[in-house]
């Protein structure tokens, strides 16, 4: 478009933006698997562990595999060592 001297353009730009933020509670938060493994130095075992912390993403009550894990779950573990 061209423009003579003086002339100018004007227009309304208008976005709407919605967010939506699930807040992670206590109550929607589980554990979804355990899983360990052994390994030996020497005579020494050392049990490495993984704790997979999800939480009701979907909000329809159930524990499943399309529910979201927990990015910063603070998990605490007692382990015991039996000798056998």
Same mark, same amino acid.
């Given at each position: 478009?061209?423009?003579?001297?003086?002339?100018?353009?004007?227009?309304?730009?208008?976005?709407?933006? *919605?967010? %939506? &933020? @699930?807040?992670?509670?206590?109550?929607?938060?589980?554990?979804?698997?355990?899983?360990?493994? /052994?390994?030996?130095?020497?005579?020494?075992?050392?049990?490495?562990? *993984?704790? %997979? &912390? @999800?939480?009701?993403?979907?909000?329809?009550?159930?524990?499943?595999?399309?529910?979201?894990? /927990?990015?910063?779950?603070?998990?605490?573990?007692?382990?015991?060592?039996?000798?056998?």
């Amino acid at each position: 478009m061209s423009h003579s001297h003086g002339e100018t353009d004007s227009a309304d730009n208008v976005m709407t933006t *919605t967010i %939506t &933020v @699930k807040e992670v509670t206590v109550q929607s938060m589980y554990v979804w698997d355990i899983s360990w493994s /052994v390994t030996y130095r020497g005579r020494n075992p050392y049990l490495h562990f *993984t704790v %997979t &912390v @999800k939480w009701d993403s979907d909000g329809d009550g159930v524990a499943d595999a399309t529910d979201e894990a /927990v990015s910063d779950a603070t998990v605490y573990a007692t382990l015991t060592h039996l000798d056998r």
